[in-house]
Every structure is written in structure tokens, then in C-alpha cells.
């Protein structure tokens, strides 16, 4: 069964794409996530790292998948309430964010927006049986056991991803970093291992064996479930 993992990157989405047929992993890039789902909207599972499920609180996955991840923590964004979507600019979310949930935006999570309002549009409960949301410090960290040690931008922590993954799908050469680097244009090398360790966490959802955090989540206004699976 095909599955998918699927990351942000300047260039759109990069979709990391695990066939049954061979041991092989293939890359793609989409500029949209409609696009995307147009061409693997058929695969078995898509994990993807962007907030599914808003409210206008702190959502109890984000809290917990900042637990797992210890040190890499910061590489959470605590995921903004859904009237933050409709704003143009940093200023106004700020304080539509802060009349609604009592709290500021970062301005880490404002840059993402745009692809979180894509993924909202799309997404239904019934799209997300096989679409769910994940991290990939998360995934790496169930991978190692471990946080990972080194910041995912130094060619170290490249290193340090790529051998855990490739102990994790056994088979499936990845891209070494000066090839991960050149794959797309509009691509980091971190944004094409981020995008097959989702898949890692995609096969598990798949095969009935991920993890979801929380254990019970709660549901937003539209029945998606809060939760961040690996």
C-alpha cells in the first residue's frame, strides 16, 4: 500500500511517496495542497506536518508532542485558532489571536498560516481516517528512541536523521545531503528527510501501529480530531 509523508517547503508541499510494488522512495513536489491531494489522494495513508483541528485554546497535542521531543521542543508551534486564518497580515492576527484566545501569535505560526488554511479548506473527519497530522521531531525521536542531538539545518543532524531513517526503512536509500539539497528547487534537505520520516509515521497509520498524542483526542468545531500521531 502506498503511503505518503508530506512537508512544507518555499516551493509548496514536498511529498515523500513509499510504493508497495519495491523497496524505493520516491520525492515530488506540489505548489498546492489540492494539487497534491489530486495526485495521492488514493495513497493508504498521508502523514503531514501542519496543525489539523483548531480552537481557541492551547491544544492538548501540541502541549505533548513538545514533551516527547524535550529538547527539540521549539520546533512546535503552538497551532492558532481558526478566525486567525481569514487575517491579511502579522498585526491583525496578533489581535484577533489575542481577543480570542487570550493569548498573542508567534510569528512562526502567523508564516504558516497559508498552509494551514489550505489543509483547513480541505480537510473533513471522513478525508482525515487517512490524512493526519504529525511532527517530524517526533517521528525522529520515535525512530531513535532519543531527541535527536543536533539541529535538523547542521550537516550533522542531516547525518544524524538520515542513518535513523534508514534504519527505520530498511531498503530505501535516501538522498545523501548534497543531493537532498539540489532535488527542488524551492527545497531545503531538511524539508525532503523531514517529508520520509512522515512517511515512516504514514506507513504506521497504515499498518494500525502509530501512536497518537493525546491517546483520546478532542475534536474542533468541524470533528476534526486535535492529535499528532507518529
Given amino acids: 500500500m502506498t503511503v505518503v509523508g508530506v512537508d512544507g517547503c518555499k516551493a509548496g508541499w514536498v511529498a515523500a511517496v513509499v510504493e508497495p ?3 524505493a522512495i520516491s520525492f515530488a513536489v506540489f505548489s498546492t495542497f489540492a494539487a497534491l491531494l489530486r495526485a495521492l489522494g488514493d495513497a493508504a495513508a498521508i502523514a503531514i506536518d501542519i496543525p489539523i483541528g483548531l480552537h481557541d485554546g492551547t491544544r492538548e497535542c501540541d502541549v505533548l508532542a513538545r514533551k516527547f521531543i524535550g529538547p527539540r521542543s521549539a520546533s512546535v508551534f503552538p ?10 497580515d502579522y498585526a491583525s492576527a496578533r489581535t484577533v489571536s489575542i481577543a480570542t484566545t487570550g493569548k498573542s501569535l508567534s510569528a512562526q505560526a502567523f508564516a504558516i498560516t497559508p498552509k494551514i488554511r489550505e489543509v483547513d479548506t480541505a480537510m473533513s473527519p471522513g478525508l482525515q481516517e487517512r490524512v493526519r497530522e504529525a511532527h517530524p521531531e517526533a517521528c525522529f525521536t520515535a525512530i531513535h528512541g532519543t531527541p535527536m ?6 550537516p ?13 526503512l530498511p531498503g530505501l536509500a535516501l538522498p545523501a545531503l548534497a543531493e537532498a539539497s539540489r532535488l527542488f528547487r524551492g527545497t531545503a534537505a531538511d524539508d525532503v528527510l523531514d517529508a520520509a520520516a512522515l512517511a515512516w509515521s504514514a ?3 497504515a499498518d ?6 493525546p491517546a483520546t483526542p478532542s475534536v474542533d468545531a468541524k470533528g476534526l480530531r486535535m492529535e499528532v500521531i507518529y
Fill in 203 to 205: 506507513r504506521r497509520l
Fill in 208 to 213: 494500525g501501529t502509530c501512536v497518537s498524542l
Fill in 21 to 23: 510494488s519495491t523497496p
Fill in 156 to 168: 550533522a543532524g542531516f547525518e544524524e536523521r538520515r542513518a535513523a531513517l534508514e534504519a527505520a
Fill in 79 to 88: 497551532a492558532p485558532c481558526r478566525a486567525v486564518l481569514a487575517c491579511p
Fill in 149 to 154: 542531538q543536533f539541529s535538523k539545518r547542521t
